[in-house]
């Protein structure tokens, strides 16, 4: 479903991206994570059509993003970090904007679910500036589901998110899976990823770590096979300090 061959983003002499080739198969969700600069967010703006890649390739669904985005982005969704709204479109005037755009003929019928499974279907005539931060990304969610995409990136999904939100969130990333979607999420909330993922694609300095089933990276870089993907995660980047004993006084 996704496929990311050689990619590499260039911003000036500064290289955010190097050669970095990866897939992810329906029903997969592959965590993205490392260092803050490791270019998660650069990755993800490429696969998704935001920003061009200097050179390599994005297919989402066999359609190649470049010769033809907008067949490849009909088959996406993308959640960035923060979510963007129109200030003045209600809830349900948002839903019914984004079903003309993908031209959903039956997007009452697949609207109000969502609503329901989010939490918002009491929130229908609020307007962006009437709902807390989290309810936001709710309805940015919602939007971004309402056309049944089969490729859907998640920058940072949990935050501003309640502690049911959070378990919602993460009940509708394993629906989406078992749906056949293939997921991306990037985050730096490890244990989210090692409850939902499959598979983890580990990046440092734009260049690829690791790449695998969790299972496949445990076994290259830990020493136990339950190892935390924190623990993973530190030995892959090189940043596996155990910090000092507490002075006993």
């Given at each position: 479903?996704?496929?990311?061959?050689?990619?590499?983003k260039?911003?000036?002499?500064?290289?955010?991206?190097?050669?970095?080739?990866?897939?992810?198969?329906?029903?997969?969700?592959?965590?993205?994570?490392?260092?803050?600069?490791?270019?998660?967010?650069?990755?993800?703006?490429?696969?998704?059509?935001?920003?061009?890649?200097?050179?390599?390739?994005?297919?989402?669904?066999?359609?190649?993003?470049?010769?033809?985005?907008?067949?490849?982005?009909?088959?996406?969704?993308f959640?960035?970090?923060?979510?963007?709204?129109?200030?003045?479109?209600?809830?349900?005037?948002?839903?019914?904007?984004?079903?003309?755009?993908?031209g959903?003929?039956?997007y009452?019928?697949?609207?109000?679910?969502?609503?329901t499974?989010?939490?918002?279907?009491?929130?229908?005539?609020?307007?962006?500036g009437?709902?807390?931060?989290?309810?936001?990304?709710k309805?940015?969610?919602?939007?971004?589901?309402?056309?049944?995409?089969r490729?859907?990136?998640?920058?940072?999904?949990?935050t501003?998110?309640?502690?049911?939100?959070?378990?919602?969130m993460?009940?509708?990333?394993?629906?989406?899976?078992?749906?056949?979607?293939?997921?991306?999420?990037?985050?730096?909330?490890?244990?989210?990823?090692e409850?939902?993922?499959?598979?983890?694609?580990?990046?440092?300095?734009?260049?690829?770590?690791?790449?695998?089933?969790?299972?496949?990276?445990?076994r290259?870089?830990a020493?136990?096979?339950?190892?935390?993907?924190?623990?993973?995660?530190?030995?892959?980047?090189?940043?596996?300090?155990?910090?000092?004993?507490?002075?006993?006084?």
């Amino acid at each position: 479903m996704i496929e990311v061959s050689s990619l590499t983003k260039c911003y000036g002499d500064f290289t955010a991206v190097r050669d970095l080739s990866f897939t992810v198969q329906s029903g997969e969700v592959m965590g993205l994570v490392g260092p803050n600069g490791a270019g998660k967010t650069t990755t993800l703006r490429c696969c998704t059509g935001v920003i061009p890649p200097t050179r390599g390739a994005v297919r989402i669904g066999g359609v190649d993003l470049a010769a033809d985005p907008v067949a490849a982005k009909r088959q996406l969704a993308f959640f960035p970090d923060e979510p963007r709204l129109f200030e003045y479109l209600t809830v349900w005037q948002h839903l019914v904007f984004v079903a003309r755009l993908y031209g959903v003929a039956d997007y009452e019928w697949r609207a109000q679910p969502l609503l329901t499974e989010l939490e918002m279907a009491d929130k229908k005539n609020l307007l962006p500036g009437e709902l807390s931060r989290g309810m936001k990304q709710k309805l940015a969610i919602a939007c971004g589901l309402l056309h049944a995409p089969r490729v859907i990136f998640f920058d940072e999904p949990l935050t501003g998110l309640d502690p049911a939100g959070i378990r919602h969130m993460k009940d509708t990333m394993r629906r989406l899976a078992r749906g056949g979607a293939a997921l991306i999420i990037s985050s730096h909330l490890l244990s989210l990823l090692e409850e939902v993922c499959t598979h983890v694609l580990i990046l440092k300095q734009g260049g690829k770590i690791a790449d695998g089933s969790l299972a496949d990276v445990r076994r290259r870089f830990a020493e136990q096979p339950d190892a935390s993907l924190e623990d993973v995660f530190f030995k892959a980047t090189g940043d596996d300090v155990t910090p000092p004993a507490s002075v006993q006084s």
